[in-house]
């Protein structure tokens, strides 16, 4: 029985509900890399329950990089890359959580995995924004800008890519 003497409450939980398994449905699809290339590219080729649990540790390791635990993610994102060394997302996490720490040769560090990410994967633009993040930050703007204008012919809409092409200028 509805708390609300509004009739339409009894059918704000089933609308929650359906919200909310819809934003899992969507999420998931997001991580599991529909769209973005081959399944082995994106996405670990395992069964259902181990791939549901290695996005669950790429998550894990999105969540650590988000609190400021770059050691933390980027021993996650090893572990994945190790375990599924063709899973594009989880190499560009792992530079991400790497150019982050800052420590002494991260940015080194993280522009050759993204380097070497980019020749099985060229069209990956995670890895071109990344990559022009980090040639920017390194004083190299014309470089950085060809990274970034290819995010920018792929996807227009990106505001971060057009906003750092004019950073680059």
């Known amino acids: 029985r509805p708390v609300s003497d509004d009739p339409r409450a009894g059918n704000a939980g ?25 399944e082995s590219a994106t996405s670990p080729a395992t069964t259902a329950a181990s791939e549901s649990n290695e996005i669950a540790l790429e998550n894990r390791g999105v969540a650590l990089t988000g609190k400021f635990d770059f050691d933390g993610a980027i021993d996650l994102f090893k572990q994945l890359v190790d375990r599924h060394p063709d899973w594009a997302d989880a190499k560009v996490n792992l530079a991400i959580a790497t150019l982050n720490r800052q420590r002494e040769g991260d940015s080194a560090a993280a522009l050759s995995m993204l380097d070497e990410l980019l020749k099985d994967h060229p069209e990956n633009l995670r890895a071109h924004y990344c990559r022009g993040i980090l040639l920017l930050n390194a004083g190299k703007a014309s470089d950085a800008l060809a990274e970034f204008q290819i995010v920018v012919r792929k996807e227009p809409d990106d505001a971060f890519a057009a906003y750092w092409s004019g950073q680059c200028l």
């Not at 509900?17 to 934003?23: A, E, L, Q």
């Not at 998931?28 to 769209?35: A, E």
Request: aromatic share 0%; proline share 0%.
């Open 14 to 38: 089933a609308l929650i509900i359906r919200i909310i398994g819809i934003s899992l449905l969507a999420a998931l699809i997001l991580v599991s890399g529909c769209g973005r290339g081959s």
